[in-house]
């Protein structure tokens, strides 16, 4: 089991970066597949990003590829989501994901959740 805690998100205004950490629990967790997703006020969860637990590759929603990147440090049990470029269409609570087994870009398929990290970008 793995317990996953986000951080980063803030207000700020289009065009900035902003950097979010998800820290997780557990002895295991660089076998775990991770995941990014978002949700916006009125809207369903909707997927961001993913990394395996190779590391070997890295998946993105096509609304942000190109300015977006997901990333891992398995010595500190953290994974990251690199935003740039922000737009006011990217005002969510986001969400760290984790799952042992499955790699899926769907949110019904992730085990595990953390809390979630607002980020509004004005513009």
């Known amino acids: 089991q793995v317990q996953l805690v986000e951080s980063g998100g803030g207000l700020v205004q289009a065009g900035d970066s902003l950097r979010l950490s998800c820290a997780a629990s557990?002895?295991?967790?660089?076998?775990?597949?991770m995941g990014w997703f978002r949700q916006a006020p009125g809207k369903g969860r909707e997927f961001v990003a993913a990394?395996?637990?190779?590391?070997?590759?890295?998946d993105y929603a096509d609304s942000v590829k190109g300015r977006f990147t997901i990333s891992r440090d398995n010595a500190k049990n953290t994974i990251y989501l690199q935003m740039n470029s922000l737009k006011p269409e990217d005002t969510a609570v986001y969400y760290c994901?984790?799952?042992?087994?499955?790699?899926?870009?769907?949110?019904?398929?992730?085990?595990?959740w953390g809390q979630g990290t607002q980020v509004t970008v004005s513009s």
């Open positions: 994901a984790a799952d042992r087994f499955r790699y899926e870009l769907t949110p019904d398929a992730w085990d595990y």
């Open positions: 557990g002895r295991t967790f660089s076998f775990y597949h």
């Open positions: 990394i395996p637990w190779t590391g070997a590759s890295t």
